[in-house]
């Protein structure tokens, strides 16, 4: 039946929980948001103050400053330069740049266009052995001379500590200031200001603790482990102690402390030895399409072209039918282990197993999108789309030829003769074609030419589990060791292009702090695979009753044996190549209709809260905030769709069925009816910012 667009595609505001904080006079304050990544993209923070910039602008207006390092390149091709709209704040630059220090301001030019204030640290870079030595005597934290990301962190925020004083030699009392600082290289300037008792409130937010990081990718097995760690051992060991100190200081100056999700919270307990006040899950800008299905039209025109690429890539081998192959993919940086792209190998092996034991129809193709050094494409990867190429050529020209004869015999009234309408040399060119295709290995597992290809984790599983594209597998390997690009020669397609023409993402993440990619895929409608030890795949058990359902499948890594998570990966891969077309369809409508929970709007409230916790905390005569009082910043849950029932593979077919045949027996199913449902049976709201242990 034809599928009717759905509430899906709209705002979820009537089920999101009323916003009962107390509205902060942002006329009579400033905010100062502090990050490395402000104007330079180093990471995935960058991502987290870009997109939230344009509700926070909404909010606070022109009292609102971004505050980071001056990079040339990035303030020529990525700032607008102008005047600072208070005075204040172009008198406190001033006192910098009379004092031999350079500072820059303008207009960032994203969404929501913030005040930027970047400062250079090479031109301050004299102040550098006095600056270590005021940090010496404030906190006995001392800096090794060979740590430049260490030392320029320490310039940064002796600038900005240096900043904010003299602004608020120029305020005095109103209006008052709050200093939101990302991560431990913004970690000085908030210890500095404190230690110098400058009048602001400050919020403190780590998006993965810096010795969670190194323990995780030593291998080593972090979670069973956290509360037997010698931390100051294991930090020494790593030679980042005294970035340790700058980072744990930085914690518990803070008046506030935020983390980005409650298994991150659970880590900066052990591992920072205090309990986040609050926890800020990071969010996207969702963008919301008018038109009917529109984010399925996407799906199908954007697949088609990555069926284009992979009819080049298996010349010669294109023994599958691309209309019962699905793609999968998982993407990311390089962190085998972490990414969990290890234990995702291994389920592919075992998936293999099962499609071929079942006689299963369906191919698989999987993408592995993660940058490795590699020296060019690979002659065969791109010989392959020459000859895709060549042969689209080839047929289109026939084509021609033979629908001018056609024509012409038609306007006499004829019906022509099959066996005259295309001549000998019709024949010879697509005999040649056909030759053309013939391939005596097999298809390239990389596409391009590996510096590394003996060692490199990928390919050395790869070899390990055998899964070369021959032509007995079910489930083939593409690794691609280069971010996507329209302007590739390869997979001319950007990275959001490419997601929404394949079928389901995976990541199988070991460590994740947050996890923006399988939001990415949610926000898009394209299922994705998930884990307990990620940010999102708390966020999502959570918000969800059966996530499942809603096309978020979470793997358990947590209390599992790895044996067993794999088996449970193993499963899910499974389970959905034997869904059919329709099912994947109604599956997709679902998994967008999560997308409001991942947008600003709706996570922008815990940043507020965070900040009038601040402020009653920096200045309690002014700003009243109970502080055993529960928070009133309260989630919600989806409730398992009717239409669905409760074991997620209970709609599953008992044998595997073709993706393009549709059963009139499938369960009843009524988009606009589940939707309104949704919005009718929320179970109660629970306080999401509990971060207890489990």
């Given at each position: 039946?034809?599928?009717?667009?759905?509430?899906?595609?709209?705002?979820?505001?009537?089920?999101?929980?009323?916003?009962?904080?107390?509205?902060?006079?942002?006329?009579?304050?400033?905010?100062?948001?502090?990050?490395?990544?402000?104007?330079?993209?180093?990471?995935?923070?960058?991502?987290v103050i870009q997109t939230k910039a344009r509700i926070t602008t909404d909010e606070w207006g022109e009292n609102y400053y971004m505050m980071g390092?001056?990079?040339?390149?990035?303030?020529?091709?990525?700032?607008?330069?102008?005047?600072?709209?208070?005075?204040?704040?172009?008198?406190?630059?001033?006192?910098?740049?009379?004092?031999?220090?350079?500072?820059?301001?303008?207009?960032?030019?994203?969404?929501?266009?913030?005040?930027?204030?970047?400062?250079?640290?090479?031109?301050?870079?004299?102040?550098?052995?006095?600056?270590?030595?005021?940090?010496?005597?404030?906190?006995?934290?001392?800096?090794?001379?060979?740590?430049?990301?260490?030392?320029?962190?320490?310039?940064?925020?002796?600038?900005?500590?240096?900043?904010?004083?003299?602004?608020?030699?120029?305020?005095?009392?109103?209006?008052?200031?709050?200093?939101?600082?990302?991560?431990?290289?913004?970690?000085?300037?908030?210890?500095?200001?404190?230690?110098?008792?400058?009048?602001?409130?400050?919020?403190?937010?780590?998006?993965?603790?810096?010795?969670?990081?190194?323990?995780?990718?030593?291998?080593?097995?972090?979670?069973?482990?956290?509360?037997?760690?010698?931390?100051?051992?294991?930090?020494?060991?790593?030679?980042?102690?005294?970035?340790?100190?700058?980072?744990?200081?930085?914690?518990?100056?803070?008046?506030?402390?935020?983390?980005?999700?409650?298994?991150?919270?659970?880590?900066?307990?052990?591992?920072?030895?205090?309990?986040?006040?609050?926890?800020?899950?990071?969010?996207?800008?969702?963008?919301?399409?008018?038109?009917?299905?529109?984010?399925?039209?996407?799906?199908?025109?954007?697949?088609?072209?990555?069926?284009?690429?992979?009819?080049?890539?298996?010349?010669?081998?294109?023994?599958?039918?691309?209309?019962?192959?699905?793609?999968?993919?998982?993407?990311?940086?390089?962190?085998?282990?972490?990414?969990?792209?290890?234990?995702?190998?291994?389920?592919?092996?075992?998936?293999?197993?099962?499609?071929?034991?079942?006689?299963?129809?369906?191919?698989?193709?999987?993408?592995?999108?993660?940058?490795?050094?590699?020296?060019?494409?690979?002659?065969?990867?791109?010989?392959?789309?020459?000859?895709?190429?060549?042969?689209?050529?080839?047929?289109?020209?026939?084509?021609?030829?033979?629908?001018?004869?056609?024509?012409?015999?038609?306007?006499?009234?004829?019906?022509?003769?099959?066996?005259?309408?295309?001549?000998?040399?019709?024949?010879?060119?697509?005999?040649?074609?056909?030759?053309?295709?013939?391939?005596?290995?097999?298809?390239?597992?990389?596409?391009?030419?590996?510096?590394?290809?003996?060692?490199?984790?990928?390919?050395?599983?790869?070899?390990?589990?055998?899964?070369?594209?021959?032509?007995?597998?079910?489930?083939?390997?593409?690794?691609?060791?280069?971010?996507?690009?329209?302007?590739?020669?390869?997979?001319?397609?950007?990275?959001?292009?490419?997601?929404?023409?394949?079928?389901?993402?995976?990541?199988?993440?070991?460590?994740?702090?947050?996890?923006?990619?399988?939001?990415?895929?949610?926000?898009?409608?394209?299922?994705?695979?998930?884990?307990?030890?990620?940010?999102?795949?708390?966020?999502?058990?959570?918000?969800?009753?059966?996530?499942?359902?809603?096309?978020?499948?979470?793997?358990?890594?947590?209390?599992?044996?790895?044996?067993?998570?794999?088996?449970?990966?193993?499963?899910?891969?499974?389970?959905?190549?034997?869904?059919?077309?329709?099912?994947?369809?109604?599956?997709?409508?679902?998994?967008?209709?999560?997308?409001?929970?991942?947008?600003?709007?709706?996570?922008?409230?815990?940043?507020?809260?965070?900040?009038?916790?601040?402020?009653?905390?920096?200045?309690?005569?002014?700003?009243?905030?109970?502080?055993?009082?529960?928070?009133?910043?309260?989630?919600?849950?989806?409730?398992?769709?009717?239409?669905?029932?409760?074991?997620?593979?209970?709609?599953?077919?008992?044998?595997?069925?073709?993706?393009?045949?549709?059963?009139?027996?499938?369960?009843?199913?009524?988009?606009?009816?589940?939707?309104?449902?949704?919005?009718?049976?929320?179970?109660?709201?629970?306080?999401?910012?509990?971060?207890?242990?489990?």
């Amino acid at each position: 039946m034809p599928l009717s667009r759905s509430l899906s595609m709209t705002s979820l505001s009537g089920v999101l929980p009323a916003w009962e904080e107390d509205e902060l006079p942002v006329e009579d304050l400033l905010l100062f948001e502090v990050a490395w990544e402000v104007t330079n993209k180093v990471g995935g923070i960058y991502t987290v103050i870009q997109t939230k910039a344009r509700i926070t602008t909404d909010e606070w207006g022109e009292n609102y400053y971004m505050m980071g390092p001056y990079f040339e390149h990035n303030f020529k091709t990525q700032v607008e330069g102008c005047e600072p709209p208070n005075p204040a704040i172009r008198k406190a630059m001033d006192s910098l740049i009379h004092n031999g220090c350079q500072v820059h301001f303008g207009r960032w030019l994203i969404e929501g266009s913030p005040y930027v204030i970047l400062f250079d640290i090479g031109s301050a870079a004299w102040n550098l052995d006095r600056w270590k030595g005021d940090l010496w005597d404030t906190c006995n934290i001392g800096l090794p001379y060979h740590d430049r990301e260490a030392n320029d962190s320490l310039i940064l925020g002796s600038l900005i500590a240096w900043f904010f004083k003299e602004l608020t030699d120029h305020l005095g009392d109103k209006p008052n200031i709050i200093g939101h600082f990302h991560e431990w290289q913004a970690g000085p300037g908030l210890i500095l200001a404190r230690s110098r008792k400058i009048p602001m409130a400050t919020v403190f937010t780590t998006h993965a603790t810096l010795l969670g990081r190194y323990l995780c990718a030593g291998n080593v097995d972090f979670y069973n482990n956290l509360d037997k760690f010698d931390i100051d051992k294991e930090a020494g060991e790593r030679q980042i102690y005294h970035r340790y100190c700058l980072e744990r200081a930085a914690v518990h100056c803070s008046h506030v402390f935020t983390t980005v999700s409650q298994i991150t919270a659970v880590e900066a307990n052990h591992m920072l030895h205090r309990k986040p006040d609050v926890v800020t899950p990071n969010g996207l800008n969702v963008k919301k399409f008018s038109a009917m299905h529109e984010f399925q039209n996407l799906h199908s025109t954007n697949k088609v072209r990555i069926q284009e690429f992979v009819r080049g890539h298996f010349y010669g081998h294109l023994d599958f039918n691309l209309d019962k192959t699905l793609f999968f993919f998982i993407a990311g940086r390089y962190e085998f282990s972490n990414k969990g792209a290890d234990i995702f190998l291994e389920s592919l092996s075992r998936l293999n197993y099962l499609l071929r034991v079942h006689r299963n129809d369906m191919t698989v193709v999987v993408f592995f999108i993660m940058p490795a050094k590699t020296n060019n494409f690979n002659v065969e990867s791109l010989k392959g789309q020459a000859v895709r190429k060549q042969l689209w050529d080839t047929a289109h020209t026939v084509k021609e030829k033979f629908g001018k004869k056609l024509y012409g015999a038609l306007l006499k009234g004829q019906i022509p003769d099959m066996n005259s309408i295309l001549d000998r040399d019709d024949f010879t060119i697509m005999k040649r074609a056909i030759y053309a295709t013939q391939r005596h290995s097999l298809p390239p597992v990389t596409t391009h030419n590996m510096l590394e290809d003996s060692t490199d984790p990928i390919l050395s599983n790869v070899r390990r589990i055998g899964l070369f594209n021959s032509r007995n597998d079910r489930v083939k390997i593409i690794f691609h060791p280069e971010f996507l690009s329209s302007t590739s020669p390869l997979l001319p397609m950007d990275y959001e292009d490419f997601v929404r023409g394949c079928n389901l993402g995976v990541f199988p993440s070991y460590y994740e702090p947050w996890g923006y990619t399988p939001g990415e895929c949610t926000v898009m409608g394209i299922p994705s695979v998930t884990t307990n030890l990620s940010g999102f795949g708390c966020f999502m058990e959570e918000h969800i009753s059966d996530p499942a359902a809603y096309g978020i499948y979470i793997v358990d890594r947590r209390f599992r044996a790895p044996e067993e998570s794999c088996n449970q990966l193993t499963q899910f891969m499974f389970s959905f190549c034997q869904q059919s077309r329709r099912q994947r369809i109604i599956q997709r409508n679902r998994t967008e209709r999560l997308s409001d929970l991942l947008d600003w709007r709706y996570l922008g409230r815990f940043y507020i809260h965070a900040r009038h916790l601040a402020l009653s905390r920096a200045f309690p005569d002014k700003f009243k905030m109970d502080p055993m009082a529960p928070l009133r910043t309260e989630g919600f849950r989806y409730p398992r769709p009717y239409s669905v029932p409760p074991s997620p593979s209970a709609s599953l077919h008992s044998t595997p069925h073709h993706s393009d045949v549709e059963d009139e027996d499938d369960e009843p199913y009524d988009e606009d009816e589940e939707a309104e449902r949704d919005r009718l049976n929320i179970k109660p709201p629970f306080v999401l910012m509990n971060t207890n242990e489990v």
